[in-house]
């Protein structure tokens, strides 16, 4: 092949179903049994790898990425100068030898898709080049000599959720509701996950994900970045259509909002003149200051009075009901609703939300949660805000004098601000009424300082932190608690969150460790809570 000395600047991405980042990836196989088949393709990436001052833009993003998340083949590419055009091979692996699947020469623009299958567990090899009109070729780096990816089919665990109705269109039933509730993770899609993410959802049987995307501080980078994670939940929905994903618009407001633009359809939604201009974080502070540097110095909490925070929400809920979330956590309602004793503000705004859901949600319908006090959250119009409260678990030592250090076990406080046996009467957005109003727990991360710590920890720091036996049974443990207690009751096991006080790490990942290089090999817990608990 002519000129080797060359950089290679040939980019092919493979594109199955999600961008291969060096974390979550390498050999393995699954430790529990799915069901069911997958019919779209995931990602491998093939990036042009260049030695020091040669083409480092092209540094392969995965070297560990091992797998073809497939059952099709979708190839991309980038980086083609001009008059060039693509060959591309992919071989199957028998043995010790290969047979072609297909060869292609003359490709021009920037994809090739055929309905040639990849087999589940099958290795195959691939290599790319990029041909001038001279005959000149460049060689994709890391396929010089073939890169072997083996295919894994994604399946969804039909089993967890047997004989359990997930359909909702417009508005949702309350039995529908509570089945979402009961299948419900915390799954916050990274850079160091998201490779893997697909996989590990599908696998536990997971309907709802919350805090899927989860920007503290609301920013042009996090808009930037969307498209990876929303792909991964197109390619989830193209397996099981009817897992529902959270994206998360906090009580936090600062100076990178002042970098995004208000879109005409936001101003017109609030009877405004067509302008250009950005949004103004300093028009939604609390305007005696109080709690301006809530958060740090340049950051602070917005009060919902505020016409511009009004605004944002709104903004941020379109956007992301128009990249396919069905579920938005509003975070703490009472915190910004100081002003706002009667839930005027909430009720104009959460409204505005809920009727362009009616035209733009996947199913013409967003769920709506939030941390909010009394656990009655209710409009000016007698109706609910929210579908349900979202609350963290609130746990408390047990441990008792004698036992060994480890692990330091834990029951339900039952003695501070829970939901547990505070019944809530109300009528839902959806039209039916309930005399115990559902509610969803989660692992909560918060600084262990703020009076709420068990063990020194936070709630996902201390979950992460037990030995594996320990922490795999609470799953289902704690889970039976809630049961026990108050029936209307659910809990979010622990899918993927950051820990704020862990001693050796910075993130929970339950991803099965043969997958996900920090996993910590949880998804068997997660699918045998699931099944403990309807």
Not at 75 to 102: A, F, H, M, R
Request: proline share 3%; net charge neutral; glycine share 8%.
């Amino acid at each position: 092949m002519a000129n080797l000395r060359k950089i290679l600047s040939l980019v092919l991405c493979v594109v199955m179903l999600v961008c291969c980042f060096a974390g979550c990836s390498k050999n393995g196989t699954e430790s529990s049994t799915s069901t069911g088949t997958s019919s779209v393709s995931q990602v491998g990436n093939i990036v042009g790898l260049g030695g020091a001052g040669m083409g480092s833009k092209f540094a392969l993003q995965s070297p560990s990425g091992k797998y073809w998340y497939t059952n099709t083949v979708s190839v991309e590419w980038s980086g083609l100068k001009d008059g060039e055009t693509v060959s591309l091979k992919i071989e199957k692996k028998n043995g010790d030898k290969y047979t072609t699947l297909l060869e292609k020469t003359g490709l021009t623009g920037t994809t090739f898709k055929t309905n040639d299958k990849i087999e589940n567990g099958i290795v195959y090899r691939l290599t790319a080049k990029a041909v001038a009109k001279d005959g000149t070729e460049r060689v994709a780096a890391n396929t010089t000599n073939g890169l072997e990816i083996t295919a894994l089919n994604l399946t969804k665990n039909t089993s967890v959720n047997a004989g359990m109705d997930f359909a909702f269109n417009g508005k949702i039933s309350e039995s529908v509701l509570n089945n979402y509730l009961s299948r419900a993770i915390t799954y916050t899609i990274t850079d160091e996950n998201k490779e893997d993410a697909a996989r590990a959802i599908l696998n536990v049987g997971a309907k709802l994900i919350c805090r899927t995307v989860a920007d503290w501080y609301p920013s042009t980078t996090h808009e930037a970045k969307l498209p990876e994670y929303t792909a991964i939940m197109d390619q989830i929905h193209a397996v099981d259509p009817d897992v529902v994903f959270e994206a998360c618009i906090f009580e936090t407001c600062g100076p990178e909002m002042n970098n995004i633009v208000i879109p005409k359809h936001v101003l017109k939604a609030f009877g405004k003149n067509e302008e250009e201009r950005n949004f103004n974080y300093k028009k939604m502070l609390f305007v005696d200051g109080h709690t301006n540097a809530q958060w740090d110095a340049t950051h602070g909490v917005p009060d919902i009075t505020r016409e511009e925070t009004q605004m944002f929400i709104y903004y941020r809920a379109c956007f992301y009901i128009d990249n396919g979330f069905e579920s938005l956590h509003l975070g703490q309602t009472g915190f910004m609703g100081e002003n706002d004793p009667t839930r005027k503000a909430w009720t104009k705004v959460i409204h505005m939300i809920r009727d362009y859901a009616k035209t733009h949600a996947r199913r013409k319908y967003v769920f709506i949660d939030c941390h909010y006090p009394g656990r009655n959250f209710v409009g000016t119009d007698g109706v609910m805000l929210a579908d349900f409260n979202m609350w963290p678990l609130r746990l408390t030592a047990s441990r008792k004098a004698g036992d060994p250090a480890s692990p330091q076990k834990c029951v339900l406080d039952l003695k501070v601000d829970t939901p547990y046996k505070n019944a809530v009467s109300g009528k839902s957005p959806s039209g039916w009424t309930t005399n115990n109003y559902p509610f969803l727990l989660e692992f909560d991360n918060y600084d262990p300082k703020s009076g709420h710590a068990v063990y020194y920890y936070d709630e996902i720091s201390w979950i992460a932190s037990q030995p594996d036996s320990y922490r795999r049974s609470f799953f289902t443990e704690v889970r039976k608690m809630v049961s026990n207690i108050d029936k209307r009751g659910h809990v979010a096991l622990p899918g993927s969150r950051t820990t704020s006080s862990a001693k050796n790490f910075s993130w929970y990942n339950m991803n099965n460790k043969n997958y996900c290089n920090n996993g910590f090999s949880d998804e068997d817990a997660i699918i045998s809570a699931f099944k403990a608990y309807k």
